[in-house]
């Protein structure tokens, strides 16, 4: 009995290694700093790991589909710079700057997508868009940071509740319910998993894998535009700085939860796991008192560990 | 034999290449035709226009007599023309039963708004189907295993499963036993013998040894053109290995 349950610890430590990497760093930091483990500090780990897990449901889908999108934190920059002059400047309706957002996301998420149909590689369009979306940031908010003093949009977006629970969590957990019903439950989600997994294969069994990598990349645009439009309602601003230096927070997530960078494997509890072992080491370095140098090393030695780990189970 | 396939004057280059040159043949009801050649002699590359993967740049393709136009693997598919290949014949990552199902999906449509709807895979349906398709050809195989947990000829089983869920008419092996064992590579060669009662097939292959026996007649290619069209009564097998390896033809295998 006790061999089986080794056995399915080890298999499950295989399978899900940064759920484990999860609980070692919450006992080992919470041996040290009891206040770790505390409720409110669980909660400010959450909250901050809230905005990064949609930005890596954003980038999952176009990465299971084999493809990288290195622009989602740049257009959630920009989303949530437009949301902020909207708000302030016009009279619109909070429902309609949304659409507004989102729309622009679509234009990124498209503009991306047709790049990469005519087979430029993604990393080299994306890279280009996300430089494109932050000039954009800046150029729309001249320069400088635009306060959000509408408290409607703040309340529906971030601090306001629903049966007790943060708004921010009800939006993260929709973008994941959603995100897990397109790769897991669609058509689409397969035909994504197929071209990312054996694009070939995918493409003689009749799956127009560049039109499947077209729409993954459409709608990592405009999930990153949602998150732009919670970063937004969650500092109570648009500013040209925001996440400057963690663009690839995005990116790192899904892969520390198990995404293969190659495509084709992983699902959608891998961005939400990454994201919150990335805001744990943040939070831990925090209240250890390390520096930043020591959370982008940790960090750092986490994504080698998570490419070797995929590279070696070729998951 | 009534004609079910016939290419015409079929050319494709691929930049400077020539990878066909002006070749034309027929595939005619209930036959296996050898697709032979050595390396580069176009094989593949006229497989993959038949199976709707590549547009030819000069030439015509007519099905039952009528002319086709084959801009996708789905329009071939629509005609009953099914294409098993020796890499690119599964996607290692999915399921059994989305394998055999893949770009062909069972679903269910729920609408969102006017006109836009999502399809929704309907795995149940598709693993039980799987299931059938499976027991039909003498596999027993778990539609929810992940295909690269299996050996190579269950991977090829899988590929032979996808074939039957259409209205399969024309069956294109291209190298399907390369990467198989003896017991495997056997078993669908019985499988191509078998479905002869129903089908029409093209094999191609690298070994003559092995499709010598099966065929009813051999198409042999060399540097993108047509060498022969013989039949098999009428060449021995050491008369078509000479033939792929010269690349010449005598008068009786230019039939």
């Not at chain 2, 129903?198 to 060498?227: A, Q, W």
């Amino acid at each position: 009995m006790r061999k089986i349950n080794n056995q399915l610890l080890f298999s499950l430590i295989r399978r899900y290694p940064f759920i484990f990497a999860l609980i070692i760093i919450a006992v080992f930091v919470g041996l040290v700093e009891p206040l770790y483990v505390s409720p409110g500090n669980i909660k400010t780990i959450l909250i901050q790991s809230a905005i990064i897990i949609v930005l890596a449901v954003a980038v999952t889908i176009p990465m299971i589909g084999g493809e990288i999108d290195l622009s989602t934190v740049s257009v959630a920059a920009m989303s949530a710079m437009i949301a902020a002059q909207l708000l302030r400047h016009t009279g619109l309706g909070f429902f309609l700057v949304v659409i507004i957002v989102l729309l622009a996301g679509l234009i990124f998420g498209s503009f991306n997508g047709i790049l990469v149909k005519k087979r430029i590689p993604a990393l080299l369009v994306t890279l280009g868009t996300m430089g494109v979306a932050r000039g954009l940031t800046w150029a729309i908010g001249a320069r400088r940071a635009v306060p959000i003093s509408d408290s409607t949009f703040i309340n529906l977006f971030s601090s306001g509740k629903l049966f007790g629970i943060d708004m921010i969590f009800i939006w993260t957990l929709l973008v994941v319910v959603v995100g897990y019903i397109i790769l897991h439950k669609t058509i689409f989600g397969t035909h994504i998993r197929a071209a990312g997994g054996e694009e070939t294969s995918a493409m003689f069994a009749g799956v127009n894998t560049r039109t499947v990598k077209f729409s993954a990349l459409l709608f990592s645009g405009v999930v990153a535009s949602f998150a732009g439009i919670l970063l937004a309602a969650r500092v109570a601003a648009g500013s040209p700085t925001v996440l400057v230096g963690r663009e690839l927070e995005a990116i790192i997530a899904p892969i520390i939860g198990g995404v293969s960078l190659k495509g084709g494997r992983g699902n959608i509890l891998c961005p939400v796991i990454g994201a919150i072992v990335l805001s744990m080491i943040a939070n831990a370095v925090v209240i250890l008192g390390f520096g930043p140098d020591i959370q982008l090393m940790a960090q750092g030695i986490l994504v080698v560990f998570a490419v070797a780990i995929g590279l070696r189970g070729g998951k | 034999m009534k004609e079910l396939l016939r290419v015409e004057g079929i050319t494709k280059s691929f930049g400077k290449i020539v990878a066909l040159s002006n070749v034309s043949t027929s595939i005619y009801n209930n036959e296996i035709v050898g697709l032979v050649g050595d390396n580069g002699a176009g094989k593949s590359t006229l497989i993959k226009i038949i199976s709707g993967v590549y547009g030819p740049d000069k030439g015509k393709i007519y099905y039952k007599g009528k002319l086709v136009q084959l801009k996708s693997v789905q329009d071939a598919m629509r005609l009953g023309i099914e294409t098993i290949y020796q890499d690119h014949s599964v996607v290692p990552s999915l399921t059994v039963s989305q394998n055999i199902y893949l770009a062909r999906e069972i679903y269910r449509k729920i609408p969102l708004f006017k006109g836009i709807s999502i399809k929704f895979n309907d795995t149940k349906k598709m693993n039980e189907e799987s299931k059938l398709l499976l027991d039909a050809i003498g596999i027993n195989i778990s539609p929810t295993s992940i295909v690269e947990d299996l050996s190579g000829g269950e991977r090829q089983s899988v590929a032979f499963s996808r074939t039957r869920i259409g209205r399969i008419e024309l069956l294109l092996l291209d190298e399907p036993t390369a990467s198989l064992s003896i017991g495997e590579t056997e078993r669908v060669i019985n499988y191509i013998i078998e479905s002869k009662k129903e089908i029409s097939s093209v094999f191609v292959t690298h070994n003559p040894y092995l499709m010598f026996p099966v065929c009813d007649r051999f198409v042999v290619l060399g540097k993108g053109r047509k060498i022969a069209d013989v039949k098999k009564e009428n060449i021995t097998q050491q008369e078509l290995i000479k033939l792929i390896t010269t690349g010449k033809a005598n008068n009786t295998q230019q039939q």
